[in-house]
């Protein structure tokens, strides 16, 4: 139970950065939609994790360029919206602008070094938080009341925005799990989504005013502006580490390929990598938050939904590979027994005299 709550914990940590938390993502795939209608992204977002870890056990993750490619574009836009929303949620804070957000970027690269147990560690404390800080402020907010259209394909692709990243990282969770286990931390994935999606989009309706990241500014409204951005900005620095894991490592791993810069792919140089791939990132968060989650996660979320569908096609093949196998394992047994049956029943031949 302590390995299946780490990973729904790992998982959690990467899903929830600035775009959730903030509320800005929930208002770009959903808009007005009903709090109710959102929460069942949850039930997708679980499934959709469990098929990934199941992926990971197996070692059925898709490894070609192609893959690796789509899998580096969504994790360095996830980088430099966390990046940019670091920066946000620190200057709206403190009215410092830049040397914050540069601070937490700084602090996030050394635990990327760190490795993924800092990575665990760190969300198994913020997260809590994050999920107290919401609560608080729903529970401030009148009881909502909606009675909108159900709409499937909404819940489908923000399942794909969220799971292209969390579903990576915790594949590799997967081996180390029983399916029970698997079963166990994608229950408490959903439980623990369906309760902060509903929060979430009852906060976001509460916001008229279209601001760039609802829950700081209704948060404001109630007076919890500091409590809120403190949280957010936890949230925002869980999602950045997670994200610079995922490119540090792919861009390792395409170093490590190359004929010059070989050397450059090896643990030894993991930090030059980390702190490069940062300082290439750093510059395009200028861009601004709100620019980079409106017109790059949508793309994402495709490129989510298409990797799922190319890993439930392998674990298709494989399962399908299995079977075959199992009759064909199960044929040669059955002529083997009939063999030795027949030999049995065949009486032995009396030497002559």
């Not at 998982?11 to 929460?39: H, K, M, Q």
């Not at 940019?84 to 957000?101: F, K, N, R, V």
């Not at 065949?346 to 002559?352: G, I, K, R």
């Amino acid at each position: 139970m302590k390995k299946a709550f780490k990973t729904a914990a790992l998982y959690v940590g990467t899903a929830i950065g600035a775009g959730f938390s903030s509320g800005r993502e929930i208002a770009l795939f959903f808009g007005d939609a009903s709090p109710l209608n959102v929460a069942i992204s949850s039930v997708f977002m679980s499934l959709l994790c469990a098929i990934f870890l199941i992926a990971g056990k197996k070692g059925l993750m898709p490894k070609g360029k192609i893959v690796h490619l789509g899998i580096f574009f969504a994790a360095s836009v996830s980088l430099c919206a966390m990046l940019a929303g670091g920066d946000y949620i620190m200057q709206s804070m403190t009215g410092i602008p830049l040397a914050l957000g540069l601070a937490m970027t700084i602090l996030g690269g050394v635990v990327v070094v760190l490795g993924i147990e800092k990575i665990r560690l760190l969300n198994s404390v913020v997260v809590p938080l994050i999920v107290l800080c919401i609560a608080l402020v729903f529970f401030k907010l009148p009881t909502p009341s909606h009675s909108l259209a159900f709409s499937l394909s909404k819940p489908i692709l923000y399942s794909g925005l969220d799971v292209l990243l969390g579903g990576v990282i915790i594949s590799e969770e997967g081996e180390n799990l029983s399916y029970k286990e698997i079963f166990a931390s994608c229950l408490m994935i959903c439980a623990f989504l369906f309760g902060m999606l509903y929060m979430l989009q009852t906060v976001v309706l509460s916001d008229t005013n279209g601001s760039l990241m609802p829950t700081l500014a209704v948060s404001e409204r109630l007076r919890l502006k500091f409590a809120c951005g403190v949280l957010i900005a936890g949230a925002i620095f869980t999602t950045l580490v997670s994200s610079l894991k995922i490119v540090s490592d792919r861009t390792s791993l395409f170093l490590s390929h190359t004929k010059k810069l070989s050397a450059f792919g090896d643990e030894k140089h993991k930090a030059f990598v980390v702190f490069f791939c940062l300082l290439i990132a750093y510059p395009l968060s200028f861009f601004g938050f709100d620019n980079i989650v409106d017109t790059l996660y949508p793309v994402n979320s495709v490129l989510g939904v298409i990797l799922f569908a190319i890993v439930v096609i392998r674990l298709i093949v494989n399962a399908i590979i299995d079977i075959k196998n199992k009759k064909k394992n199960g044929a040669n047994r059955h002529g083997k027994v009939k063999k030795e049956r027949k030999k049995k029943s065949t009486p032995e031949s009396v030497p002559a005299i």
